[in-house]
């Protein structure tokens, strides 16, 4: 099994900076990328930025490139999301998310996504 924890939500006034952290562990034998989605209130799903673990390739959403910056620590399979200049259009729940090999203990392994559980951002002053 895989598991996907997350830390750093909170609340925060506009124009202020948060940190989100995202560990992986389990049975993991290899993480192609992770990312961070973000879901507000009555909206739909939406990427923010995700980052291959391998090589470090970044991608952004455009409501957020220049203030959100995300990062990786492949050795501790850990991704990070600092976002600075908050709006309060960033509140909303924060999800991390992997794609990876993992491996079921006998010998087989496959490819999946796994979803964190999500941790609240509120931006409000």
């Known amino acids: 099994q895989v598991q996907l924890v997350e830390s750093g939500g909170g609340l925060v006034q506009p124009g202020g900076s948060l940190r989100l952290s995202c560990a992986a562990s389990?049975?993991?034998?290899?993480?192609?990328?992770m990312g961070w989605y973000r879901q507000a209130l009555g909206k739909e799903r939406e990427l923010v930025a995700t980052v291959t673990i391998g090589g470090g390739a970044t991608n952004y959403a455009d409501s957020v490139k220049g203030r959100f910056t995300i990062s990786r620590d492949s050795a501790k399979n850990t991704v990070y999301l600092q976002m600075n200049s908050l709006k309060p259009e960033d509140t909303a729940v924060y999800y991390c998310?992997?794609?990876?090999?993992?491996?079921?203990?006998?010998?087989?392994?496959?490819?999946?996504?796994?979803w964190g559980q999500g941790t609240q951002v509120t931006v409000s002053s």
């Open positions: 389990g049975s993991i034998v290899r993480i192609n990328a």
């Open positions: 998310n992997a794609d990876l090999t993992a491996h079921n203990g006998r010998g087989y392994y496959y490819d999946s996504t796994y």
